[in-house]
């Protein structure tokens, strides 16, 4: 198993610019989240998705949108970044309201430097 | 909504000495204390947690305190060894199945051989 994968690992904008960020897990779990981490900041949670078909706003969700395409992938996109969304964006997944676990696994996160 | 603080920030210590982190956390409601682990580039992975109806648990060398009437959460690692040097993450969740995780802002421990 891959776990969770993310893609791509590095990348540069230039302000204004649009991409979008790539995570796909095969653990078959429910519930994906998306993550920024800034440096002595520690995570923030983004967006996330509990099951297949709905997805939430988290503690930073402006100037994000995702879309969970089915239960294996949830996107992250950045329609217009700004310097300010310069950061390490980690995915990660959990089985929540199955197996009884609350551990979320994460990806090994996409470098992102917007200039 | 919730808000996690964590002290120190960095911490060293003699290989062998133990090692103290501490949490707080604002909301009551809070149900669920995970522990992340983060080496240099890596991505950050689960090494304990405990839920509000538990006073301590225990994994080897790691273990983690809670008291929910103080709001604080601690981790303590025994008998440290380099490999601990990492940054940890402690969180807190309003949720039982951990959807909305708040993390502090994490904790450098170096562990001086």
């Known amino acids: 198993n891959a776990g969770v994968t993310q893609t791509p690992k590095f990348q540069v904008l230039k302000t204004g610019q649009s991409m979008t960020l790539q995570c796909a897990q095969d653990m078959n779990h429910n519930s994906m989240y998306w993550y920024r981490q800034d440096p002595g900041m520690g995570l923030r949670l983004i967006y996330y998705?509990?099951?297949?078909?709905?997805?939430d706003k988290g503690e930073v969700p402006n100037g994000y949108n995702v879309s969970r395409l089915n239960k294996r992938e949830f996107s992250l996109r950045l329609e217009s970044a700004a310097p300010s969304q310069t950061s390490v964006y980690f995915c990660?997944?959990?089985?929540?309201?199955?197996?009884?676990?609350?551990?979320?696994?994460f990806g090994p996160g996409t470098r992102l430097t917007v200039l | 909504g919730e808000n996690v603080e964590q002290h120190p920030s960095t911490l060293s210590v003699q290989e062998g000495d133990s090692a103290v982190i501490k949490c707080t956390y604002s909301?009551?409601?809070?149900?669920?204390f995970p522990w992340y682990k983060q080496e240099l580039g890596k991505r950050p992975q689960l090494i304990i947690d405990?839920?509000?109806?538990?006073g301590e648990k225990k994994d080897q060398r790691i273990a983690v305190t809670l008291n929910k009437t103080a709001k604080h959460f601690s981790l303590h690692i025994t008998e440290t060894q380099p490999e601990d040097s990492a940054v940890y993450f402690c969180?807190?969740?309003?949720?039982?199945?951990?959807?909305?995780?708040?993390f502090g802002g994490g904790t450098r421990l170096m562990v001086k051989p």
């Open positions: 990660a997944s959990s089985d929540w309201g199955t197996s009884g676990s609350h551990e979320q696994f």
């Open positions: 909301d009551s409601a809070s149900n669920y």
């Open positions: 969180a807190a969740s309003l949720n039982n199945a951990g959807n909305m995780l708040t």
């Open positions: 405990i839920r509000s109806n538990v």
């Open positions: 998705s509990a099951s297949e078909g709905t997805t």
